[in-house]
């Protein structure tokens, strides 16, 4: 009977054994976990994916704090493109909290498209700072940027266009457009180049090299492609100059007038060549020039020739002949 007593009691005293002693566990975790808390540097927080998608230009990160204890800390985000978190940017510092499984969370912005980031939640205190594991991420690429668009070296024919393309960490072409219309609807294509696959603003240029008009509004821009789409660039525009007349450099010559230091040219008059006048020749000066002719004609057509000449200026035979 005794026996049997005994054997009915030891598993109610083996249950209540693991009861007590799991409970001795527990709080030891907890009391070493607020020891440690107080005594030195943070427990390490828990790092998290956040949900929804990733952009460039800006995105949310997310963590645990005190994942075992309840002591008061504080916390940052530190994130850097690559592989590890340190060494890049850092979120502003969030205030002290204290409890157990303290979710935070931060937003970060001027990422960059297509690009790997990593990034740690960091809890921090008195003492110091505890890293959390990192958690890595990759915004999504877009089409290019176009940062700027100019024109220089505008001359009457001539002008110099240019841009400042980010390719979005992507191989990228570029083209440019001009036209005297604002929409570009037609516009002439002049070709440009390649873009390397990087980050940030890279400079590109072409020239129009001639067959602009003086006095002319033209219109233009630039368009960029890489492997996520094409960019086009607002429309600009510049203005060709007039024709200018430069002032000679020595006295104004007659047909200039000079007002201060402004030389300004005038149409000169029309001048017309002098009218030579010249007296009548007399009847016998032109037949002595017909005679004269008819001389260098063929023998058999002189006698003919001489006959005409003398009947048509008067004189007789006898004064030709004479002569």
Same mark, same amino acid.
């Given at each position: 009977?005794?026996?049997?007593?005994?054997?009915?009691?030891?598993?109610?005293?083996?249950?209540?054994?693991?009861?007590?002693?799991?409970?001795?566990?527990?709080?030891?975790?907890?009391?070493?976990?607020?020891?440690?808390?107080?005594?030195?540097?943070?427990?390490?927080?828990?790092?998290?994916?956040?949900?929804?998608?990733?952009?460039?230009?800006?995105?949310?990160?997310?963590?645990?704090?005190?994942?075992?204890?309840?002591?008061?800390?504080?916390?940052? =985000?530190?994130?850097?493109?690559?592989?590890?978190?340190?060494?890049?940017?850092?979120?502003?510092?969030?205030?002290?909290?204290?409890?157990?499984?303290?979710?935070?969370?931060?937003?970060?912005?001027?990422?960059?498209?297509?690009?790997?980031?990593?990034?740690?939640?960091?809890?921090?205190?008195?003492?110091?700072?505890?890293?959390?594991?990192?958690?890595? =991420?990759?915004?999504?690429?877009?089409?290019?940027?176009?940062?700027?668009?100019?024109?220089?070296?505008?001359?009457?024919?001539?002008?110099?266009?240019?841009?400042?393309?980010?390719?979005?960490?992507?191989?990228?072409?570029?083209?440019?457009?001009?036209?005297?219309?604002?929409? #570009?609807?037609?516009?002439?294509?002049?070709?440009?180049?390649?873009?390397?696959?990087?980050?940030?603003?890279?400079?590109?240029?072409?020239?129009?090299?001639?067959? #602009?008009?003086?006095?002319?509004?033209?219109?233009?821009?630039?368009?960029?492609?890489?492997?996520?789409?094409?960019?086009?660039?607002?429309?600009?525009? =510049?203005?060709?100059?007039?024709?200018?007349?430069?002032?000679?450099?020595?006295?104004?010559?007659?047909?200039? #007038?000079?007002?201060?230091?402004?030389?300004?040219?005038?149409?000169?008059?029309?001048?017309?060549?002098?009218?030579?006048?010249?007296?009548?020749?007399?009847?016998?000066?032109?037949?002595?020039?017909?005679?004269? #002719?008819?001389?260098?004609?063929?023998?058999r057509q002189r006698a003919h020739c001489t006959r005409l000449a003398l009947k048509r200026y008067g004189a007789t035979a006898t004064k030709a002949r004479g002569r």
């Open positions: 009977m005794h026996d049997d007593s005994l054997r009915r009691l030891l598993p109610t005293r083996i249950l209540g054994f693991t009861l007590v002693l799991c409970s001795l566990v527990t709080w030891g975790l907890v009391f070493s976990g607020a020891q440690a808390s107080a005594a030195g540097e943070p427990e390490a927080p828990i790092t998290e994916s956040c949900s929804g998608p990733i952009k460039a230009g800006v995105q949310k990160l997310c963590g645990t704090l005190n994942p075992h204890t309840s002591a008061k800390v504080g916390s940052y =985000f530190a994130y850097n493109s690559g592989a590890s978190c340190t060494g890049g940017s850092e979120t502003p510092a969030g205030g002290e909290v204290e409890g157990q499984n303290i979710e935070v969370s931060g937003e970060v912005t001027g990422l960059q498209a297509g690009t790997e980031y990593t990034y740690c939640l960091v809890a921090t205190n008195t003492s110091g700072e505890t890293f959390g594991q990192p958690v890595t =991420f990759t915004t999504e690429a877009q089409r290019p940027v176009i940062l700027s668009e100019s024109a220089s070296g505008i001359t009457q024919a001539s002008a110099s266009l240019e841009a400042q393309i980010d390719p979005d960490n992507q191989e990228a072409s570029y083209f440019f457009q001009y036209g005297i219309g604002e929409s #570009l609807s037609s516009a002439t294509i002049i070709p440009g180049g390649n873009l390397v696959a990087g980050i940030g603003a890279q400079p590109v240029s072409v020239l129009i090299g001639g067959g #602009l008009a003086p006095s002319t509004t033209y219109y233009y821009r630039v368009v960029a492609t890489n492997s996520t789409g094409i960019s086009d660039g607002p429309i600009q525009s =510049f203005v060709t100059p007039a024709v200018v007349y430069q002032a000679p450099a020595s006295s104004p010559s007659p047909g200039e #007038l000079t007002n201060g230091a402004t030389t300004v040219l005038t149409t000169p008059a029309t001048v017309m060549p002098p009218v030579k006048t010249t007296k009548p020749l007399t009847r016998a000066q032109r037949l002595a020039k017909a005679l004269k #002719l008819c001389k260098k004609k063929p023998r």
